[in-house]
Nanobody
């Protein structure tokens, strides 16, 4: 079955950086658009950005210029590099997979906690 497993979360001070990774299995990775989302307590899930099968990326305004998504199709991984972190970036971060021609994300990881202290 399809599995997405995030790693790399933790506690970081404001202004610091973290790099999250998502390892995918059970799907033809290079055929799927990969996205990153986050959800803070009491808030709705927020789309952060995505990377297509061809490597094109798009980002939410809230993270544009601070977060970068990349993928390694040879290793079936997608990464989220987060710089200049703010306390408001504190959330559980999830990766997700969407078929190239679908609107909705079909598969989700369990998430990894990121906590940014002020």
């Amino acid at each position: 079955q399809v599995q997405l497993v995030e790693s790399g979360g933790g506690l970081v001070q404001a202004g610091g950086s973290l790099r999250l990774s998502c390892a995918a299995s059970g799907l033809t990775f290079n055929s799927w658009t990969m996205g990153w989302f986050r959800q803070a307590p009491g808030k709705e899930r927020e789309f952060l950005g995505a990377i297509t099968t061809g490597g094109s990326t798009n980002y939410a305004d809230s993270v544009k210029g601070r977060f970068t998504i990349s993928r390694d199709n040879a290793k079936n991984t997608v990464s989220l590099q987060m710089n200049s972190l703010k306390p408001e970036d504190t959330a559980v971060y999830h990766c997700a997979a969407r078929s190239a021609f679908a609107r909705d994300y079909a598969y989700w990881g369990q998430g990894t906690q990121v906590t940014v202290s002020s």
